[in-house]
């Protein structure tokens, strides 16, 4: 693969997310394009229908002109990796037509903030799983007790439940507050309202890329030919309405309301440069969850909050290598009843906490249930998020002179209507 990170006409910042080590897939619209599949290169989309329709890929352009990118994920990676190593090779070639034609260039090539970029795929399915130990561990210790705060299954599987994938929504969408029911500490009766307790969740999800059949299962050693890529994920939570609706069968209206996605999916193959050493799993997993090698991911993780007419204020820096249980073990446990899944299918990560104060991902663990509120630069204070936050979410993964980024994953919340 080249070393150069400046093509002829286009200076790629060493910052940029989208470096030429990326080539990430989208959906793209403006005000002549419909949709069209997308690829980034620094602040540069670049539009691969008109790259096929010009001869540069060898492929029927017509699976870049639709809504979702499901149809070319479906053709399988040895296709997709093809077109994705042919597109580093013509960004590589400072001499291509592609680069010297500027009427040709245009076409091709779109600044990003000049398009509008579109939820990548059709999601059939969405899993939210549980599976940050120091997540976990916070979380029971607030609502339980510390002695015991996993339950006694947590690790011996990847805790998961379905959530609703109606509500997902790309990059830069707002939403109202939602509201139900609550039960407050000082009532032996529910009320219904507004929540007080909106919460975010710092997630990564995966999306799936293999379709299967009912009673077929994925071992870990077969998961990652079944993972197109990955994708930064908010899911938000109202952590009151959360807490009186989860038992017996857990969250709900608490979930539901409200998901947030980043437009840009990173192949799996982009991020292999950046495989670690997990967790060390003890006690020792039954045989289909254990799996070989290295495969968490060094992937730094930023959340932040930007009040109305405000500036943005850090609130965390987490790591995707902080996951317990790994993407392949999610998958593998997924199917191991014989779960079918589609081309498509997002599986989430669950909040994504490491074992300092600062990388925790959620302000229900940040502020320690609002006991300790988070003073912004403003002077304002926040125990939660209040309407008309904005909350962004940041990943990048770096090693040497590699650098790839999935852009930005953007929500703003809106009073309850």
Not at 21 to 28: K, S, T
Not at 62 to 88: A, C, E, H, M, Y
Not at 326 to 331: A, I, V
């Given at each position: 693969m080249t070393n150069k990170n400046v093509i002829t006409c286009l200076d790629v910042s060493p910052d940029s997310d989208?470096?030429?080590?990326?080539?990430?897939?989208?959906?793209?619209?403006?005000?002549?394009?419909t949709n069209h599949a997308c690829s980034a290169i620094g602040d540069y989309i670049i539009d691969l229908y008109e790259l096929a329709n010009n001869g540069f890929?060898?492929?029927?352009?017509?699976?870049?002109?639709?809504?979702?990118?499901?149809?070319?994920?479906?053709?399988?990676?040895?296709?997709?990796?093809?077109?994705?190593?042919?597109?580093?090779?013509?960004?590589s070639d400072h001499q291509s037509e592609l680069i010297t034609n500027t009427q040709l260039f245009n076409l091709v090539f779109k600044k990003q903030n000049q398009v509008n970029l579109l939820l990548p795929v059709r999601i059939g399915d969405y899993t939210d799983f549980y599976s940050s130990i120091d997540h976990a561990q916070n979380i029971g210790t607030m609502i339980?007790?510390?002695k015991n705060a996993l339950m006694p299954n947590w690790k011996h599987l990847p805790v998961a439940y379905h959530g609703r994938a109606s509500s997902i929504c790309v990059s830069g969408h707002s939403f109202h507050r939602p509201k139900g029911q609550q039960k407050p500490a000082d009532s032996e009766l529910p009320i219904y309202g507004p929540t007080k307790l909106l919460d975010i969740e710092l997630e990564t999800a995966f999306v799936i890329g293999k379709s299967t059949q009912?009673?077929?299962?994925?071992?870990?050693?077969?998961?990652?030919?079944?993972?197109f890529g990955m994708v930064l994920f908010n899911d938000w939570s109202a952590r009151d309405i959360q807490t009186w609706e989860y038992v017996p069968l857990g969250p709900f209206l608490s979930k539901n309301f409200a998901s947030t996605i980043s437009p840009w999916i990173i192949t799996l193959e982009a991020l292999e440069p950046f495989r670690v050493k997990g967790y060390e799993q003890e006690p020792k997993l039954l045989p289909y969850l254990q799996y070989q090698g290295h495969k968490n991911i060094d992937i730094q993780l930023e959340v932040y909050l930007k009040p109305q007419n405000g500036s943005d204020n850090l609130l965390c820096s987490s790591n995707y290598k902080y996951l317990y249980y790994?993407?392949?073990?999610?998958?593998?446990?997924?199917?191991?009843n014989g779960c079918n899944i589609n081309v498509g299918d997002l599986m989430a990560s669950g909040t994504i906490s490491g074992p300092n104060p600062s990388e925790y991902g959620s302000l229900m663990e940040l502020t320690w249930r609002g006991t300790k509120p988070i003073i912004l630069n403003d002077g304002s204070e926040r125990k939660f998020v209040n309407d008309f936050d904005t909350i962004t979410l940041n990943g990048f993964c770096k090693k040497n002179n590699l650098r790839i980024g999935f852009g930005s994953c953007k929500a703003t919340v809106l009073p309850s209507n």
């Open positions: 989208f470096s030429i080590y990326n080539i990430p897939f989208g959906i793209y619209s403006d005000t002549s394009i890929l060898k492929i029927n352009k017509d699976v870049f002109n639709l809504p979702f990118l499901n149809d070319f994920i479906q053709l399988g990676k040895p296709i997709t990796n093809s077109i994705r190593l042919n597109i580093i090779d013509i960004l339980r007790d510390p009912m009673g077929d299962s994925v071992s870990t050693d077969q998961a990652d030919d079944y993972i790994t993407m392949e073990q999610q998958l593998a446990h997924h199917t191991v």
